[in-house]
């Protein structure tokens, strides 16, 4: 499962394993293992100087999902490496984003943090169903919606201001045509030797004319 704009998630065992072990401090069974999913790109393994990157990511954007890893890291250490290697690639492709377009990083972090507590809040639901936590579970769907009508409409804009860019491109083309052919031709014309810059192809040199009356007298 990936998040918008690409970015993974923790996955929802991983989660599960971490609710179960701080929800009322008894040890919940072990849900059965999920189906099968199709085969993605690994996460980067986990090292001391990632871990220290998802912590630092997760206490200012998702101090929720930073509590939940905690006893992770003890209960089952090979999914906490797992979920730091995810986390740390989410938070190196949303960098990414944001030096590129700070608005769409914008749109992201929220997207991602909207899918992120609605798999944070179903894994509690299914731990330990109440009807306080199905409400939890509703208003992050909620917030998940919102996060996507944001992310559509700015996808949208985008596109809409490149089709007119594109559109602006094609009227000019259109309506210059054989003077943009012409400048064209002209800028791939060979050069003639001793030809200052700036002189056009072909052009006589602006002597000659002068050169020629002069041999013409008697």
Known sequence: MRAALGLPIVPLLAVAFA???IGDGQVKPEAPAPAPTPARKAATPASVDSEAEVMAFLGEHHPELARVLGPLRARNPAEYRKAIGELAQVARNLAEVRARNPKRY??????????????LAAAQLAGAPSEEL?????TAIEAKVDAEVRRQ???LEQAEAHARRLRESLDRLENHRD????????????KKA??????KAGAAPATA???SHRENRP
């Not at 914008?106 to 899918?115: D, F, H, P, S």
């Not at 003077?179 to 060979?190: D, G, I, K, T, Y």
């Not at 001793?194 to 002189?199: E, F, H, I, Q, S």
């Open 19 to 21: 609710l179960g072990a």
């Open 106 to 119: 914008e749109v992201a972090l929220e997207a991602w943090k909207a899918r992120s507590r609605v798999e």
């Open 134 to 138: 199905r409400s939890q579970l509703r």
């Open 153 to 155: 409409r700015f996808e």
């Open 179 to 190: 003077a943009v052919v012409e400048a064209r031709f002209r800028a791939l014309q060979p």
């Open 194 to 199: 001793g030809a200052r810059p700036g002189d």
């Open 209 to 211: 004319p002068a050169a």
